[in-house]
């Protein structure tokens, strides 16, 4: 691959998804399982669902977020009924899908108790 390691703090399938930004948005209404796997925020169980939900009707982001699809993260990388795209995915900040850092802090102990 062009750049092996993995930016930390980030899922493998979406540093893969941001760094092939000729492959979204894809369709839920219309792509093929293997296209669906690969959509960050979209787990096995909810590709599933997509599948047999698209065969009665045309699938909404709210319908996502009720298949239990992570559709923060999803909406970026999807078309569906209702929902244009709101950038371009060679424009995404990798930084929006990381949690800022955080400091930890350690409990102070009182100088008189030890």
């Known amino acids: ?13 979406l540093a893969w998804a941001l760094r092939k930004p000729s492959r979204w948005p894809v369709d839920v209404n219309a792509a093929a399982r293997e296209e669906l ?7 096995r169980r909810t ?24 559709v923060r993260v999803a909406r970026h990388f999807v078309r569906a009924a209702g929902h244009r ?17 955080q400091q930890l802090g350690l409990p102070l102990q009182d100088a008189e108790h030890g």
């Open 1 to 13: 691959p062009e750049q092996p390691n993995l930016p930390a703090g980030m899922s493998p399938k």
């Open 37 to 43: 796997v690969r959509v960050p925020g979209f787990g």
């Open 47 to 70: 590709v599933q669902r997509i599948l047999q939900a698209r065969r009665h009707t045309r699938l909404t982001l709210k319908d996502l977020a009720r298949m239990g699809a992570r």
């Open 85 to 101: 795209l709101s950038d371009d995915v060679t424009r995404l900040d990798p930084r929006m899908f990381t949690p800022p850092p």
